[in-house]
T-cell receptor, first 111, second 114 residues
């Protein structure tokens, strides 16, 4: 059973702070990693994808991948109340083209 | 450009009935995947189609079936509905099938079974 684990939260941060969201996965052969944002009552929206070890930055978002430790994280700089949402981690394991999703971490950014 | 579209937006059905959900992918995308999401959980994979062929099936009963049409749109069918089938059904499309192809979700269909 390939597992993707996320702390369900909620993670509460003040406006302007850095929010750090973490995800661990069980299959060492995993190839692709994705972060989605999901507002309450809406569908998931792709934020970032990352495929190799290291950091990948896109605006206020940075994805970090460490395959040796089997974790991927998402940093949100200068957090805004509009960032309040559930963040889903998805992982594609070796031998499959189908992503497995974690249950998501709820982020609350308070003014 | 239009994103992934799904219909209907909301649906209320009675136990034992049948339902058909529809999805149109982003123009140029050839792969469609279906997911079920219940409150507090991440999306659970149901089916994946690529070039009109089933390429993956999740751990769902045979009451669930799907198909992809020549124009790459897709239908998800659920027979003999149970209360536990109440969920948000999501369709996602991608350009192709592979490790690097990102999936983009439609708005979903909220199914309520009473």
């Amino acid at each position: 059973q390939k597992e993707v684990e996320q702390n369900s939260g909620p993670l509460s941060v003040p406006e302007g702070a850095i929010a750090s969201l973490n995800c661990t996965y069980s299959d060492r052969g995993s190839q692709s990693f994705f972060w989605y944002r999901q507002y309450s009552g809406k569908s998931p929206e792709l934020i970032m994808s990352i495929y190799s070890n290291g950091d990948k930055e896109d605006g206020r978002f940075t994805a970090q991948l460490n395959k040796a430790s089997q974790y991927v994280s998402l940093l949100i700089r200068d957090s805004q109340p509009s960032d309040s949402a559930t963040y889903l981690c998805a992982v594609i394991s070796g031998g499959s083209y189908i992503p497995t999703f974690g249950r998501g971490t709820s982020l609350i950014v308070h003014p | 450009d239009a994103g992934v579209t799904q219909s209907p937006t909301h649906l209320i059905k009675t136990r034992g009935q049948h339902v058909t959900l529809r999805c149109s992918p982003i123009s140029g995308h050839k792969s469609v995947s279906w997911y079920q999401q219940v409150l507090g959980q991440g999306p659970q994979f149901i089916f994946q189609y690529y070039e009109k062929e089933e390429r993956g099936r999740g751990n769902f009963p045979d009451r669930f079936s799907a198909r992809q049409f020549p124009n790459y749109s897709s239908e998800l069918n659920v027979n003999a509905l149970l209360l536990g089938d109440s969920a948000l059904y999501l369709c996602a499309s991608s350009f192709g099938q592979g490790y690097s192809y990102e999936q983009y979700f439609g708005p979903g269909t909220r199914l309520t079974v009473t």
